[in-house]
């Protein structure tokens, strides 16, 4: 059964940084295409970032040049750092497999001053 289970989100202020981390389970994760996706409060989930097996990386325009997708194969583990934090970045963000349905809890960011 897969499992997603996000880490590292919390409260900054406007312009600081933050390291998201997803440690999923169930699958052999060196060999999927990893997705973060964001939901901002009152909206629908929306998609954040690709990082293909080998480290390649797609972003959604909103945070391209200020976030970096990566992945530790050999710790089974996803990250997304994201810099110049904006009050538009609040959301719960979660980590996914491409092409899976099941979500984890997620993690709150919370930018505000």
């Known amino acids: 059964q897969e499992q997603f289970v996000e880490s590292g989100g919390g409260l900054v202020q406007p312009g600081g940084s933050l390291r998201l981390s997803c440690t999923p389970s169930g699958f052999s994760f060196t060999d999927e295409i990893m997705t973060w996706h964001r939901q901002p409060p009152g909206k629908a989930r929306e998609w954040v970032a690709t990082?293909?097996?080998?480290?390649?990386?797609f972003y959604t325009d909103s945070v391209k040049g200020r976030s970096i997708g990566s992945r530790d194969d050999a710790k089974n583990t996803l990250y997304l750092q994201m810099d110049n934090l904006t009050p538009d970045d609040t959301a719960v963000y979660y980590c996914?497999?491409?092409?899976?349905?099941?979500w984890g809890q997620g993690t709150q960011v919370t930018v505000s001053s």
């Open positions: 996914q497999k491409h092409g899976s349905t099941t």
């Open positions: 990082v293909f097996p080998g480290g390649a990386t």
